[in-house]
């Protein structure tokens, strides 16, 4: 006997209508993702820790607390070779964020200046923007500062033959020697003086310091002028006719009308030249000054914790990121259009 | 749909089992175990000790051993790390695109001893942090790049040091006409320095010990180092004696720079291998020994045929070949006449020293530690049996 059509039980067509369901094939699909991405991801930690034990290398943070045994060159707080591993990574911290938040201010100056400049009528001007931003985007950042470095700041006068600027200021290749305030032994304004092989007193900005923070600010900030340009033309004529015709000068249409409504184009990109800013500032293990990356690298090598430091190194920058992107993300938030 | 979502069940138990099944690392971790005990035993012996071990070899031997040499002659060639910076150790002459120095002939050496054929090696040049990861990772058979030997490389590192084959000092060289005489002289210098270095440790602390101030320049490569030395950046550069000798020989002014009478450490530098294969480090251990023994008992690249037909001596019949039934060679996995080779193709000691850093050379460095034992150095081998 057939049957002309299949009769199912109640229970059997509940089931069908459960997995038919849209919204329970969604979670399906998404569990079904996150267990195939785990497991790529436990199958990958679970082959590197059988290499890893196959050659006898053990995983550990321990060694942070060894003594250091190398000195460092530049620092913002107290530092000997009897120091811990982990002073030392602070203090390559302190001179990555240092560089990152000066690069961070001068870069959007230039960035604000040079996008502006080429948008304007002056022809000269624009030219000489447009020059600008053209090599800065065209150069690689490890060219530039290695240019900097050696063929700019290098090239200064020896110590002993300083240029002397008025107000007790130096310049010579070992970098710009300025009057400091100091705290010991009471507060006042220190003098350099030529002791020796080098000026004591004072405050030095080092040749490898100033090429970096020149580097990555002219650098970033040829992108950032493409930023602003894009956020400015976003903005339309008619809102810049309108001012005119109100009778705001050049410069109060700039301030009040223009750049409020282009910030909300302009803040994205510019988050992202941020974090580029700070992630190029590895590159100062090239030019020879200690941030981050370059007591990294030395830690792991005199340790041999490549594994190791690689994922605090990694852990680090990203927290940077994070942060820079979330204060700029919640800045993002308050310029935003409100619709009404 | 229903067709859909089984196939999509089914591939994820698939993967589950696969997933689960992946697991031989169980089977690794009671072969490391196998792997520490080895390596403390023969830690504690003398090299010549652990020739009849390998011989012993087959299964219960640690993981890796032998694995080493498979791989090389599966390969073809032998990858060595090398550098390419140091005149007289490891430099690549940009004309030739040629290798050679002290180092890069002990790399020929070994490649000798394994294929009888000094042009079946492939160099890379591995910069001071490179080298470690590069040798634990497999990416280089070898590293002999002037690298000191210390408790924390040893150990930290995963490698062993096979052999001394130069034993230096760290100095420091300063512009002569800073008349700098002591360590006392450089308060308050800036003094340029490599990166990943022992001479960054022991420079901070020779300058701790005797109290004297100073800046550090660490730049990433020995070459940027110079350029900053070269351009006042910094006022000394400092680095193995045997590196200084070699940079001066490059500097613009070599007559304008003076080496301190000042050692501030012991430098012994040799070739590295990894943990784990103890038959290739005995045969990268007894291809630096045959070089010693054979400027012990005089047998050169020029003289080796003759000795190998008419020397007498037996450990001398047992280093060329002429003995047949010693079988040394085949102790260490590689052919009965891998010593004669070496000497034939690369030469003893004394002729790889000499046509690297001996008089005739720019690179030239009195022999001084670097001797053998009966004149005056500290260059002792094992005997040959």
Redesign the interface.
């Known amino acids: 006997m057939t049957q002309t059509s299949p009769t199912r039980s109640a229970s059997t067509n509940r089931l069908?209508a459960f997995?038919?369901d849209e919204r329970f094939?969604q979670v399906?699909?998404q569990i079904?993702f996150i267990?195939?991405i785990g497991?790529v991801g436990?199958?990958l930690t679970?082959n590197m820790?059988?290499a890893l034990?196959?050659?006898?290398?053990r995983l550990g943070y321990g060694?942070l607390t060894e003594t250091a045994?190398?000195?460092?060159?530049e620092m913002m707080i107290e530092y000997?070779?009897?120091s811990l591993f982990i002073r030392a990574l602070q203090v390559g911290l302190l001179n990555t964020i240092l560089v990152c938040s000066w690069g961070l201010i001068f870069s959007t100056i230039i960035g604000l200046l040079v996008g502006i400049a080429r948008l304007s009528t002056n022809f000269i001007i624009s030219r000489i923007a447009w020059v600008f931003i053209e090599l800065m985007r065209n150069i690689p950042l490890l060219v530039l500062l290695v240019f900097l470095h050696?063929g700019i700041f290098?090239?200064l006068p020896?110590?002993r033959e300083a240029i002397a600027l008025p107000g007790s200021v130096y310049l010579s290749?070992?970098g710009l020697t300025i009057p400091w305030l100091t705290l010991t032994p009471a507060f006042s304004i220190q003098v350099p003086e030529l002791?020796?092989?080098?000026f004591?007193g004072g405050l030095t900005l080092s040749?490898?310091f100033s090429a970096l923070l020149i580097g990555l600010s002219i650098y970033t900030g040829g992108f950032i002028g493409e930023v602003v340009r894009a956020g400015i033309q976003a903005v339309s004529k008619g809102q810049t006719e309108a001012a005119r015709a109100l009778g705001l000068s050049w410069w109060q249409t700039l301030r009040l009308i223009i750049l409020p409504q282009a910030m909300r184009v302009i803040i994205p990109p510019l988050t992202s030249q941020y974090l580029n800013l700070t992630k190029n500032s590895t590159l100062a293990?090239?030019?020879?000054y200690?941030d981050l990356l370059?007591i990294s690298?030395?830690i792991?090598?005199?340790?041999?914790?490549?594994i190791e430091m690689i994922s605090i190194i990694m852990a680090i920058y990203l927290s940077i990121s994070l942060v820079t992107s979330a204060i700029l993300n919640w800045y993002n938030s308050k310029v935003r259009l409100v619709e009404r | 749909?229903?067709k859909k979502?089984i196939a999509?069940l089914l591939s994820?138990a698939i993967?589950?089992t696969a997933?689960g099944s992946?697991?031989?690392?169980t089977v690794?971790?009671t072969?490391?175990v196998e792997?520490?005990k080895v390596?403390v035993a023969t830690a504690a012996a003398p090299a010549a000790t652990v020739a009849p071990a390998a011989t012993a070899a087959p299964a219960p031997a640690a993981?890796?051993f032998g694995e080493t040499l498979k791989k090389v002659k599966a390969r073809g060639k032998l990858v060595c790390g090398v550098t390419d910076q140091v005149p007289g150790f490891g430099f690549l002459d940009k004309g030739t695109g040629a290798y050679t120095g002290f180092d890069v002939d002990f790399c020929k050496a070994i490649a000798a001893a394994v294929f009888n054929d000094t042009t079946k090696i492939e160099y890379r040049a591995v910069n001071?942090?490179q080298r470690?990861?590069a040798l634990?990772s497999g990416e280089i058979d070898v590293l002999i790049r002037n690298t000191t030997w210390t408790l924390?490389?040893d150990t930290?590192?995963?490698a062993n040091f096979v052999a001394t084959t130069f034993y230096d000092g760290q100095g420091i060289m300063v512009p002569t006409k800073l008349k700098v005489s002591k360590l006392a002289d450089?308060?308050?210098?800036?003094i340029c320095v490599q990166?990943?270095?022992t001479t960054?440790?022991n420079?901070?602390?020779q300058?701790?010990a005797n109290k004297v101030d100073?800046?550090?320049?660490?730049?990433?490569t020995a070459d940027?180092a110079i350029?900053?030395y070269e351009?006042?950046?910094c006022?000394a550069f400092t680095t193995d004696k045997s590196g200084l000798i070699s940079r001066i020989s490059t500097l613009k002014a070599p007559a304008d720079t003076v080496i301190m009478d000042v050692t501030l450490s012991k430098e012994p530098l040799g070739p590295m291998v990894?943990?784990?294969d103890d038959q290739w480090y005995d045969i990268v251990q007894w291809t630096v020994f045959t070089t010693f023994i054979a400027e012990e008992f005089g047998v050169t690249s020029a003289n080796v045929d003759d000795v190998k037909a008419k020397d007498t001596r037996p450990e001398v019949k047992r280093l060329t070949g002429a003995d047949a039934n010693a079988k040394m060679g085949a102790k260490l996995g590689l052919e009965n006449d891998f010593a004669f080779n070496i000497i034939k193709k690369v030469g003893n000691y004394a002729e790889i020293y000499d046509r690297n850093l001996g008089p005739k050379t720019k690179t030239s460095i009195p022999r001084g530690l670097n001797n053998l034992y009966t004149n005056g150095g500290v260059l002792y081998a094992p005997p040959f049996r």
């Not at chain 1, 034990?53 to 290398?57: L, T």
């Not at chain 2, 992946?22 to 690392?25: H, N, S």
């Open positions: 069908l997995l038919r094939l399906l699909s079904v267990l195939i497991g436990y199958w679970q820790l059988a034990a196959r050659q006898g290398i060694f045994g190398f000195d460092i060159g000997s070779r009897e050696g290098l090239q020896r110590v290749n070992r002791q020796g092989f080098n004591s040749p490898e293990v090239a030019i020879g200690p370059s690298n030395t792991s090598n005199q340790t041999g914790r490549s | 749909m229903n979502v999509v994820l993967f589950a997933c992946g697991t031989p690392q690794e971790v072969r490391v792997v520490t390596v993981a890796g001071a942090e470690f990861p634990q924390t490389r930290d590192n995963t450089l308060k308050g210098a800036t990166k990943g270095t960054e440790l420079l901070a602390d300058m701790a100073y800046k550090p320049l660490v730049m990433d940027a350029a900053a351009a006042n950046r006022d990894r943990h784990g």
